[in-house]
């Protein structure tokens, strides 16, 4: 009944991680997917608004050029009527008692521009008024007019908009001449397109954003199930590896009663001893995964922990021919499990003293952090010196069965796992691991 009990229980804790893990999944592409299609969207939006508006621009600065160059009589009523021959010489029609500048020579005109563009004018001598045109308009008075275009003058400004109304100046001698132009009908249409340019895009997004949460279940259902089956297999396996390893133990040290140890029953057991291991951390981590570590929280002294648990390694730094040095701050406190700290010196120890360089100092610190991000956590730091820094990204020696040794040689004995077991357990606990290098020194730093 336990075994069934544990297994039930294990089932089910696989199947919620599972569950987590798709949900996770979702969401980053979900995410992903919704990012790329609003960066998309706002290109296009914005593209198409900007280049609506520079069209706007470019057909009311048209009419502007139209007017100045008929002289501030856009259709000649202001203004007597010119002999035809300097008409044309001019680039002018003399048309009855009216004068018209050629509309062919500006760009977007047509022959009923002139007639519903409303305009008017104001020139200033010194700053000063001295004439107001607003016949070609209604909706501004001449005091209004005076208003613009005095305060347009007393900022230095030449040229763009000023509400509904786009200018620009001409300065003839002492004489300077603002002309405004009603843009309304343009400027309306304009915030019109990009209202509804925004509306429609807005209601795209949406669509997709339902079309991408339905599609990824199905995207991410296979990484899923194969997530699902490779955690399955690693409990599974590993706990199948465990019955004959057990045999095999058992059975060298009968051959060791009957025939005496010798140097082949000395490397069974140590390479026995060295799968067990492998496989008893390759259990933690999947359930680690699982959510299922069964840590026990307490508040412990952290200080007294990492002295006992580092303990034992002065002798085995000795051993493999280096020392180990330790800096423990004392009366540090942690809300921890006792045996997952204790198996993180170990591992970090037991990593340092097999890859640390010949007749180097292993140095272990222990501290509580005061400031910066990391203020209110202890660290624990492991620093030794190594042959050569491994190259590329050195958080990669945190991966499952990642090594710097790329012929996995069997002198050290490592299998790559340790350190992945360091993470787990420092992301537990809330905090963190992290591995930085400096010339051929090398320092691991967790956080609690």
Same mark, same amino acid.
């Given at each position: ?36 299609? +609003? ?83 104001? +020139? ?48 003839? *001698? ?42 990824? *279940? ?41 025939? *005496? ?64 040095? +330790? ?48 203020? *209110? ?34 002198? +050290? ?36």
């Amino acid at each position: 009944m336990t075994e069934q009990f544990r297994a039930a229980s294990s089932g089910a804790g696989r199947a919620n991680a599972v569950d987590a893990l798709g949900r996770r999944l979702r969401r980053k592409f979900i995410l992903v997917a919704m990012g790329a299609v +609003t960066v998309v969207l706002t290109l296009i939006i914005a593209g198409i608004n900007i280049v609506n508006y520079s069209h706007v621009c470019k057909m009311v600065d048209a009419r502007l050029d139209y007017i100045v160059a008929g002289k501030g009589g856009i259709d000649g009523e202001d203004e007597p009527a010119n002999d035809l021959s300097q008409d044309m010489g001019a680039g002018k029609v003399a048309a009855g008692n009216r004068e018209v500048v050629r509309v062919g020579h500006f760009e977007g005109m047509t022959a009923e521009s002139p007639f519903d563009t409303r305009y008017f004018t104001v +020139t200033l001598v010194d700053g000063q008024v001295v004439d107001v045109n607003t016949a070609r308009i209604a909706a501004v008075g001449a005091k209004h007019a005076v208003r613009i275009a005095a305060g347009l003058y007393s900022k230095g400004l030449t040229s763009g908009f000023s509400g509904n109304y786009r200018y620009t100046v001409t300065v003839q *001698g002492d004489e300077t001449t603002y002309v405004f132009v009603d843009c309304s009908r343009e400027l309306a249409s304009f915030h019109s397109f990009l209202s509804a340019s925004v509306a429609i895009s807005c209601n795209g997004w949406l669509a997709v954003l339902a079309i991408v949460t339905v599609a990824s *279940g199905a995207v991410i259902r296979p990484m899923v199930e194969s997530y699902s089956k490779q955690k399955r297999f690693i409990t599974d396996a590993s706990h199948e590896i465990k019955t004959p390893l057990a045999v095999i133990d058992a059975a060298n040290e009968v051959q060791e009663i009957e025939s *005496g140890e010798s140097e082949w029953t000395q490397s069974i057991h140590e390479q026995v001893a060295r799968l067990t291991a492998l496989t008893e951390r390759l259990v933690f981590l999947a359930r680690m995964d699982e959510g299922s570590a069964g840590f026990t929280m307490t508040s412990i002294d952290l200080s007294e922990s990492v002295d006992k648990a580092a303990a034992p390694f002065e002798s085995v730094a000795v051993s493999r021919g280096k020392r180990l040095s +330790t800096s423990i701050a004392s009366g540090v406190r942690a809300h921890a499990d006792t045996a997952a700290v204790a198996q993180v010196v170990e591992l970090l120890l037991d990593n340092a003293t097999r890859y640390a360089s010949e007749d180097s100092v292993i140095e272990l610190s222990l501290r509580a952090a005061s400031r910066g991000r990391g203020k *209110g956590a202890a660290e624990l730091v492991v620093s030794n010196a190594v042959d050569e820094l491994p190259e590329g990204d050195l958080d990669r020696l945190f991966d499952r069965f990642y090594r710097a040794d790329v012929s996995r040689s069997s002198k +050290t004995g490592g299998s790559g796992v340790g350190l992945s077991v360091v993470r787990a357990i420092a992301e537990a606990h809330g905090g963190s691991a992290s591995v930085c290098g400096h010339g051929n020194q090398i320092t691991f730093t967790v956080r609690l």
